[in-house]
Nanobody, 120 residues
Framework: QVQLVESGGGLVQAGGSLRLSCAASGSIFRINDMGWYRRAPGKQRELVATTTSGGSTSYADSVKGRFTASRDNAKNSVYLQMNSLRPEDTAVYYC??????????????WGQGTQVTVSS
């Protein structure tokens, strides 16, 4: 059994900051890419940031310079530091991991989502 659990969402005023955390647990052999997606009301889910097991990161253009993803492989965790938040960042943020279980299966896993609301 593998699960991803996010935390850290909340309500913040424009210009503020939040830090999201996601921890994977269960029978995990290896986590490859791990990152964050978000879905805003009326919009498709979009990729926000990804991290590789080696620490490389990539970001959506809309968050570059404001968001920073980081990873702690020892804790099977990924984080998203969100600074200079804007109302358009309001969305449900989902943790995602491409991982291999201890039983030899590889697939994408998703967290339950955490709400981020940015007021103007």
């Amino acid at each position: 059994q593998v699960q991803l659990v996010e935390s850290g969402g909340g309500l913040v005023q424009a210009g503020g900051s939040l830090r999201l955390s996601c921890a994977a647990s269960g029978s995990i052999f290896r986590i490859n890419d791990m990152g964050w997606y978000r879905r805003a009301p009326g919009k498709q889910r979009e990729l926000v940031a990804t991290t590789t097991s080696g620490g490389s990161t990539s970001y959506a253009d809309s968050v570059k310079g404001r968001f920073t993803a980081s990873r702690d492989n020892a804790k099977n965790s990924v984080y998203l530091q969100m600074n200079s938040l804007r109302p358009e960042d309001t969305a449900v943020y989902y943790c995602n991991a491409d991982l291999e279980t201890a039983w030899g299966y590889r697939r994408q896993y998703w967290g339950q989502g955490t709400q981020v609301t940015v007021s103007s």
